[in-house]
Nanobody, 116 residues
């Protein structure tokens, strides 16, 4: 059974940083494209960043230069370093596994709140 578990969320002030992690069991991450999505209250879930099996990454414009996605093949984990956080980054963040553009698995999410 595949499980994705996110961790590292919390409440921070604007300008601060958080690092999210996603750990997988029952699945070898290196075979797939991995993604971080987020969903704010009343809004649709959006792709924040993704990273291919070769390590190429893409980002939504609103986080470029502030967020960095990475993967650790040995630990079978993915991380999202979030710097210079803004109130509009407040959302539940989900990790995902996809292939051919289709999401195969979702984690349950971790809450990130940016507020002064």
């Amino acid at each position: 059974q595949v499980q994705l578990v996110e961790s590292g969320g919390g409440q921070v002030q604007p300008g601060e940083s958080l690092r999210l992690s996603c750990a997988a069991s029952g699945l070898i991450f290196s075979h797939y494209v991995l993604g971080w999505y987020r969903q704010a209250p009343g809004k649709q879930r959006e792709l924040v960043a993704d990273i291919t099996s070769s390590g190429s990454s893409t980002y939504v414009d609103s986080v470029k230069g502030r967020f960095t996605v990475s993967r650790d093949y040995a630990k079978n984990t993915m991380s999202l370093q979030m710097n210079s956080l803004k109130p509009e980054d407040t959302a539940v963040y989900f990790c995902s596994v996809k292939i051919g553009g289709n999401i195969l698995y979702w984690g349950k999410g971790t809450q990130v709140t940016v507020s002064s």
